[in-house]
Structures are given as structure tokens and as C-alpha cells.
């Protein structure tokens, strides 16, 4: 096929490890099919001008495709939108299917990935092995200050139990804890590893409380003064979902009055513009990210629960089945706009992921 015929493909936010799996994704789907451009470059109103000519955009989760953004990809003759990530909450969906957008994501790829990293950073935190790395790469063999608590026997709270929240849910499980959850739909799958509760109950009871849904006007700041207040003195919170799911100043004051015992983060409400880039030579000027960087209680990573090699490789090959759908004009099982209807299923789980 001459190259004038193939569809294309533009990639915003693209790092190199993005490259590599598409690229392997896009050669076992027939690679002289597609002309596809990377730019490691956010998409938003500003960028999308440069996605002129091209049929489809694939994005991830801190670009911003809000209404005015969809209205210049649209006007620039793109009619396809491949999310390469579960989360749509950066998506205007409803402006989307005004448009006739077809917009698809990646709804699982190894929950399994990041269910394993919420555990990584429970441990980390509790165990305090960041800290004792540290100390003894300057040879201090002192342990004083890294007292940690055992698993077993503890309860843990997970909020939003989808994939990865029963992910999560089976491995605690198997250290011994008592397992409490919250969703507005009940997973009965979970009935094996533990019971659900009310919110309010489970934020008292639980020692840990494990965020694992997804970020909607009815989940923003779902952690706030108020249910900081409920939450069990002492406990561990972790986000490895969105960051708006927790309001960062309430966190802040609550850790400062030594009632949230730690907090580990995977993602944060103001992320956008300064996870996956270098910012160590520069000024970071979010006050409250630099404040709760310099508590010895708080773990913060820059959102790599999803990053292993297996969920990587499932992204892009989704991605491009996604891709293959709209071409082909199939019906795609993972579209949230197609044929400018949004999907009815969406917002019917406000909470699971």
C-alpha cells in the first residue's frame, strides 16, 4: 500500500518505552497499514493545531482533551481518539460524541501491575526500607526510627473494587488481614476475602485504606477534612488511582496534626506537567508537593504503578485493536464515544475501577 493511503496516527506524551511497544504492537497488526508520528509533548489546546492531517490521536493520562481542544482536533480532520489508559476523566466525553468522535481506552492491562505496587508502597512505607536503603549506602547500620507493624491481622479498607481493587484485595488477603470495602456496586467476588461496608466505617476500622477508583465529580476529594477525621489515628493512606481523589491541602494538615499516620502516593491532584519529565535542575512551585516531600511518613512516586513490561505490551496491542475497530467500522467493546453516542454504560460504576 502506497504511503499516501495509510492511515495516520499521532501519538502525543510519548516516551521511549512507548515507542518501543507500539512500535512491536503496530508491526504484528500490519505496520505498513499505519504512518505513525510520535511527539513527547502533552496534548492540549495548544498542541492540537499539530495533529493536523492526521485520522486519530493517542493520548495518556495528563493530556487535556477538553471541549476546546476536541474542537480543533475535529476541525484539523481527526475523527479517532485512542486512550491508552483506563481513566477517561481528561476527556470531554460529552463534547466528544457532539462532535462524532469515537473515543476507546484500555480498560484493564494487569491490574495485577499496579495492585502489586500499591502493596510495594504499603511496605515500603510501613517497613521504612527507603529509609534504611538510604542509611546504609552512608554505612549507618543504625535501625532506631525504622519500626514498622505486621501486616497480619490488620484491616485494611479498599475503596473501589473493580480489577485492580480485587487484585489488591487477594494479596492482602493472603498476608492475613482482615479485608473491609466500598462500592456503589458490589463486586461478588470479594465476598471471599472479606465484607463490604459504608464509607464512614470502613475509613474508623481500617488501618490501611486503599484508593482503586476512578475520578468523577462524584469521587473528587473523596478523601477530605471530613473523612480524614473518621480515618483510624494512626492509619496509612495510598492512592495509586487519581490524584483527585484526594484533596492534598486536607492530607497536609491532617499528616502536620499527626492523625494520618503515612500516605504514599502513586498519583497526585496537580500532576500534570510535572510527572514522567526531569524537573531536577528547575523550581518545582506547587508548595504543598515540596511540603509533603519533606515528611519522613510520606512515599511518593511519580505514577508508575502500571509500568511493567506485561501491562505495556496489552496497552498497545488494545490500543491498536481499538484502532482496527474503527477502522474496519466494527463495533468496539471498549469504546466510550462511537458514532457520536456515548457509551450507557458509562457512569453507571462511579466508583469501580
Known sequence: MESATKFRLVVFSAKQYDRFFFDIAASESHKTLYDIEYLDFALNSETAPLARGYDAVCVFVNDTLEKDTLKILHTNGVRAILLRCAGFNHVDLVAAGEL???VAHVPAYSPEAVAEFAIALVQTLNRKTHRAFNRVRESNFNIEGLIGTTLNGKTV??????????ATARIFNGFGCKMLAYDVNENPDFAQYGSFVGLEQLLAESDIVSLHCPLTDSTRHLISTKTLSIMKPGALLVNTSR??????TAVLESLKSHHLGGL???VYEAERGLFYTDHSGKIIDDDVLMRLLTFPNVLICSHQGFFTKEALTEIANVTFANL???IERRPCPRSLVAGGHIDSSIGVQPVRL
Open 100 to 102: 462524532g468522535l469515537f
Open 243 to 248: 490524584g483527585g481523589l484526594i484533596d492534598s
Open 264 to 266: 504514599a502516593l502513586d
Open 324 to 326: 482496527s475497530d474503527f
Open 157 to 166: 479498607g479498599i475503596v473501589g473494587v473493580g480489577r485492580i481493587g480485587l
